[in-house]
């Protein structure tokens, strides 16, 4: 079992800048790679970014060059540090891993809003 706790979320002035964590706890090991997603209000949810334990990363198009995900070494915590926010950024944001035995864990979100 892997439990995920998502943190950092809040209200920024477009152009600001948030930075997610995702505290990772249980059986880590089993853990093949992680994703952060988002969901805006009346809008399915869509994959944001992701990275596999080696650290290959890729983005959905509309956060390349403001959007970056990292990891720790091991799988403790997950980060999604957030540039130039824009308010079509604002949606719940989870965190989601995905383990080698094909199990697959989200956390319960946290809330980005990007306002003036």
């Known amino acids: 079992q892997v439990q995920l706790e998502e943190s950092g979320g809040g209200l920024v002035q477009p152009g600001g800048s948030l930075k997610l964590s995702c505290h990772v706890s249980?059986?880590?090991?089993?853990?093949?790679?992680m994703r952060w997603y988002r969901q805006a209000p009346g809008k399915q949810r869509e994959l944001v970014a992701a990275i596999t334990l080696g650290g290959s990363v890729v983005y959905t198009e509309s956060v390349k060059g403001r959007f970056t995900i990292s990891k720790d070494n091991a799988w403790n915590t997950v980060y999604l540090q957030m540039n130039r926010l824009k308010p079509e950024d604002t949606a719940v944001y989870y965190c989601y891993a995905a383990a080698y035995t094909t199990s697959t864990y989200w956390g319960q979100g946290t809330q980005v809003t990007v306002s003036s």
């Open positions: 249980g059986s880590t090991d089993n853990i093949n790679f």
